[in-house]
């Protein structure tokens, strides 16, 4: 969770797997109110300079965007 309330995420998969996680975020967990959901495909390289960098592990970091 970001200070401005949002939430981020940054996501590798399948394209199964996204359009998946992107419905997911749509409705979100039971207590929360999604107003709406942005998405945006990132190019390898920018990916590779994400800090820690993106894997197949899930972590909770500081946000990847400044």
């Given at each position: ?5 949002t ?6 998969g ?11 975020a ?18 390898g ?7 820690p ?14």
């Amino acid at each position: 969770n970001r200070g401005d309330g949002t939430v981020e995420v940054v996501a590798v998969g399948d394209e199964r797997q996204l359009n998946a996680l992107e419905r997911w975020a749509q409705r979100g967990p039971p207590a929360a109110k999604v107003a709406a959901v942005e998405t945006a495909s990132l190019p390898g390289e920018a990916l590779a300079g994400l800090q820690p960098a993106v894997d197949d592990s899930f972590r909770q970091v500081e946000t990847a965007w400044d």
